[in-house]
């Protein structure tokens, strides 16, 4: 059974940061492209930032660019997102998901986690 089981989430207020982690069971980890996703209440799921199966390539949407930050460890089969300068449009639930090779694409991720809620007062 795949599992993905995302941690960190909370209320924070403007600015604040939070880092969210991932704990997959996918097997292998190494070769699965890793993404994170967001769906504020009302709106549709929109991808916010993927990572290639080595780390060397990192994706962002731009509404997070230089706010943001993936990264993967593959010896522990986790990925995570450090946040920095949140905003109340950050307010959303967060799933961590797994597949490929189009990480923009939710269609294109095979593995989904249940989701942590992000709540960003202003």
């Known amino acids: 059974q795949v599992l993905l089981v995302e941690s960190g989430g909370g209320l924070v207020q403007a600015v604040a940061s939070l880092r969210f982690s991932c704990a997959a069971s996918v097997r292998p980890f190494s070769s699965y492209i890793m993404g994170w996703f967001r769906q504020a209440l009302g709106k549709v799921r929109e991808f916010v930032a993927g990572?290639?199966?080595?780390?060397?390539?990192?994706l962002y949407a731009d509404s997070v660019k230089g706010r943001f930050t993936i990264s993967r460890g593959n010896g522990k089969n986790t990925v995570a997102l450090q946040m920095n300068s949140l905003q109340p449009e950050d307010t959303a639930v967060y799933y961590c998901a797994a597949g490929g090779p189009i990480v923009e694409n939710p269609r294109e991720m095979a593995y989904w986690g249940k989701g942590t809620l992000v709540t960003v007062s202003s």
């Open positions: 990572i290639s199966w080595t780390g060397g390539t990192r």
